[in-house]
C-alpha cells in the first residue's frame, strides 16, 4: 500500500468531499492593467496574457513590474493565492491559471481573476489542467471571437477537496513528474538553440552579398477560408489546406484539413506552387514565436498566413533559412504592439531585408543547413518522443490522483 493510500484510507474512506470554488475560497475580478504599463523594476505583475505564454502553473517571481503608485490601484495577489486568466480568443487558454508561490505581495489587472483559498495552491493548479476542469468551464463559457467565464460562474464549478496531506501528497507525485519532463525540455532547447547558432552563422556569413527587401523575392500572397458551410468545399477534399496549427515544424509534410478544387475555384482560397515559404501574421503564438515553413508541395493556406513563390534565381529553401535564422528579429521588428490580436505588420515583413549571394552559394547553404538539419533531428529525434511520452503519462496519472470517490455516491 502506498503513502497516498493509506492517506486516502486513513482520512476519507468513504470518499472526498467536492465543493464548489465559491464554497472554499473567494474570487476577485483585476481590473486596470494594459502592457504599456510596465516597467523595468518596482511591484511585481503578472498580466493575463502572460499566463497562457509565459507561466507555467507555478510562479515564485514575475516577468514585469509596474511602478508602486499604480500597484495601489491594482488588485492584490498574496502568496498561495491563483490568478486564473478569464479571457482569451480560444476555449484552450481560457481558465489557465498560475498559483503565486513567492514570498511577495504582487498586482494584477483585468481579465485576470484572483482565487484566495486556504487549500493547498499547487493541488488547485494541477486540478485546473485536468479533463474534469476543462469539461466543467467548457459549459460555462460564453462568446465566440473572445471567450470569456465571470468570477460568478467560475464559483460554479465542482472540485474535490481531500485533506490537506492528501493533497500534499499528490502534489509531490506530480512535481517529480514534471521535473524529469522539464530536464528533458530544457535539453531539447539547448540543442535547438545550438542550431540556430549555426543556422545564422551561415547566412550572416556572406557580408558581400546583396541584401534584398523579402517583398523583392518573389509574389507574396495570403489566403482564405472556404465557407465551412458548403460541404463541397471540405468533403472529401484532396488539396492541402494550410493554417497556423499546422506549422509547428520546419518543413511542411502534412495539413489537418483538406478542401477541394471546388473550393478553389469558388472561395478566396488560392492554389500555390511547391517549394513556397508560409508565415504566419496573426496568431496568438507570435506573442513569442514567428512560424515559418518550408512547404515542399502544392497548398492553399488560410488568411492568418501569407505565402512567398519566389522568382527565378532564388532559392525558396534558402530564403527560407534565412528567415528562419532571423527569427527573432524579424518577429521583434514586425510585430504589432497595439492590435487586440497578436500580428505582423506585412509591410515590415516585406520590407526586412536578407544576404542573398549566387544561386550556386544558395545552394551551397541550403546543402549545409540540410545536412546539419538532419543531424540535429536525428540526434534530438528521441527527445520529443520521450517528452511527448512522459507528457501523456504524466497527464493520465494527472488525471487518476485527481479522480476520487465522492462522499455518499
Known amino acids: 500500500m502506498t503513502k497516498l493510500d493509506r492517506l486516502l484510507a486513513e482520512l476519507c474512506p468513504d470518499g472526498v468531499e467536492y465543493k464548489t470554488l465559491g464554497e472554499i475560497g473567494e474570487l476577485v475580478r483585476g481590473s486596470g492593467l494594459q502592457k504599456k504599463n510596465f516597467t523595468n523594476n518596482g511591484i511585481g505583475c503578472i498580466h493575463y496574457g502572460q499566463i497562457y505564454t509565459f507561466y507555467g502553473i507555478f510562479a515564485h517571481k514575475t516577468k514585469s513590474f509596474v511602478s508602486p503608485e499604480l500597484a495601489k490601484t491594482l488588485k492584490k495577489v498574496r502568496t498561495g493565492d491563483l490568478i486564473i486568466a ?19 505581495e504582487i498586482v494584477t489587472g483585468g481579465h485576470s481573476t484572483i482565487f484566495k483559498h486556504n487549500q493547498n495552491p499547487k493541488f488547485l493548479s494541477y486540478y485546473f489542467t485536468t479533463k474534469g476542469f476543462f469539461d466543467q468551464k467548457c459549459k460555462l463559457a460564453k462568446g465566440t471571437k473572445v471567450i470569456d467565464i465571470s468570477g460568478k460562474d467560475l ?31 530544457t535539453e531539447l532547447t539547448a540543442r535547438r538553440t545550438q542550431y540556430e547558432h549555426y543556422s545564422k552563422h551561415h ?27 458548403n460541404k463541397e468545399f471540405w468533403d472529401n477534399g484532396i488539396i492541402p489546406w494550410v493554417t497556423s496549427k499546422d506549422m509547428i515544424g520546419a518543413v511542411l509534410s502534412r495539413t489537418q484539413d483538406y478542401i477541394t478544387p471546388e473550393a478553389i475555384k469558388n472561395s478566396t482560397a488560392k492554389l500555390l506552387p511547391k517549394n513556397t515559404v ?9 506573442r513569442h514565436t514567428l512560424p515559418i515553413t518550408y512547404i ?30 532571423n527569427h527573432n528579429e524579424l518577429l521583434n521588428k514586425t510585430r504589432n504592439m497595439g492590435g487586440t490580436v497578436e500580428s505582423i505588420i506585412v509591410q515590415k515583413l516585406l520590407d526586412f531585408t536578407i544576404p542573398v549571394p549566387s544561386l550556386e552559394e544558395q545552394a551551397r547553404v541550403v546543402d549545409i543547413l540540410d545536412r546539419f538539419d538532419t543531424l540535429t533531428n536525428d540526434i534530438t529525434s528521441g527527445l520529443p518522443a520521450e517528452i511527448a511520452a512522459r507528457q501523456k503519462q504524466y497527464e493520465y496519472y494527472r488525471d487518476k490522483l485527481l479522480r476520487f470517490e465522492r462522499v455518499g455516491v
Not at 208 to 225: D, P, Q, V, Y
Open 203 to 229: 547566412i550572416d556569413s556572406h557580408i558581400n552579398a546583396e541584401h534584398i527587401r523579402l517583398g523583392e523575392l518573389g509574389k507574396w500572397s495570403g489566403g482564405g477560408t472556404p465557407s465551412t458551410q
Open 278 to 286: 508560409a508565415v504566419v501574421v496573426r496568431s496568438g503564438i507570435l
Open 86 to 104: 478569464s479571457t482569451s480568443e480560444n476555449i484552450e487558454d481560457v481558465c489557465k491559471t498560475v498559483a503565486w508561490l513567492g514570498d511577495d
Open 155 to 185: 464559483a460554479k464549478i465542482m472540485i474535490p477537496v481531500p485533506p490537506l496531506p492528501v493533497q500534499n501528497e499528490i502534489v509531490r507525485i506530480l512535481d517529480n513528474f514534471t521535473e524529469l519532463t522539464t530536464e528533458l525540455t
Open 296 to 325: 515542399p508541395f502544392e497548398t492553399t493556406v488560410n488568411q492568418d498566413i501569407k505565402a512567398l513563390v519566389v522568382k527565378p534565381g532564388v532559392s525558396a529553401k534558402y530564403v527560407f533559412y534565412a528567415m528562419r535564422a
